[in-house]
């Protein structure tokens, strides 16, 4: 089955800099890389998604990047805010049956110092 | 607001007890997911339903009983749980399983078993 590792575990950022999280897969058949921020008494949401027809994908201060051939994905997040401390999950989807279904990272709790 | 409520929020039983906890997707999903998330650990995937019907178990002991009646609710009956049980259990919906989009989590019931 798919595999993702996750790094760091921990990252601590001051207000204005910017955050790099990354993210290896396992299974070159996934084609579908959500990142979604889970917010202390909140389930996960999805900030941003890439599929892996696109190297690249921006929302505001937030990109991802996929390396299909190295395997692996990162989220940057530039400019950052307190509001954006939370825990971090990157994920991938295998294609086909069972698309759906992610596998998820360990998580990465960010910390950003105002 | 997520589309996905759970309830409860919060729940405290004893390990003798017997209690079901509830979720309820306003989406119009197909898939219906339960994962586990203890403190300092990975989202653990526990079942898996599509159209009520369950595609997956990922071993986990029959102490938890998931139900689905249909394609907007989701139960989990516990019974006879352990102290090592305790954690955050989420729910999340996707528009089904073979599909790779986005899921949508619930903001999860904290369970505390005494």
């Known amino acids: 089955g798919e595999n993702v590792e996750q790094h760091p575990s921990t990252l601590s950022v001051q207000e204005g800099d910017s955050a790099v999280i990354k993210c290896t897969y396992s299974?070159?058949?996934?084609?579908?890389f959500p990142w979604y921020k889970q917010e202390l008494g909140k389930g996960p949401q999805l900030i941003i998604d890439?599929?892996?027809?696109?190297g690249e994908k921006k929302d505001q201060r937030i990109a991802v990047t996929l390396n299909k051939t190295a395997k692996h994905f990162s989220l940057h997040i530039t400019e950052t805010q307190p509001e954006d401390s939370a825990v971090y999950f990157c994920a991938a989807s295998l294609g086909g049956s069972g698309a759906g279904k992610s596998t998820f990272g360990d998580g990465t709790t960010l910390t950003v110092k105002p | 607001e997520t589309g996905v409520t759970q309830t409860p929020r919060h729940l405290v039983m004893g390990m003798t007890n017997k209690k079901s906890l509830k979720c309820e997707q306003h989406l119009g999903h197909n898939a219906m997911y339960w994962y586990k998330q203890s403190a300092k650990k990975p989202l653990e995937l526990m079942f898996v339903?599509?159209?009520?019907?369950?595609?997956e178990n990922n071993s986990v002991p029959s102490r938890f009983s998931p139900e689905c009646p249909n394609s907007s609710h989701l139960f989990l009956h516990l019974h006879t749980l352990q102290p090592e049980d305790s954690a955050l259990y989420l729910c999340?919906?996707?528009?089904?399983?073979?599909?790779?989009?986005?899921?949508?989590f619930g903001p999860g019931t904290r369970l505390t078993v005494t």
């Open positions: 890439i599929r892996s027809n696109v």
């Open positions: 999340a919906s996707s528009q089904d399983i073979n599909s790779a989009y986005e899921q949508y």
């Open positions: 339903y599509n159209f009520k019907e369950q595609t």
């Open positions: 299974d070159s058949a996934s084609n579908y």
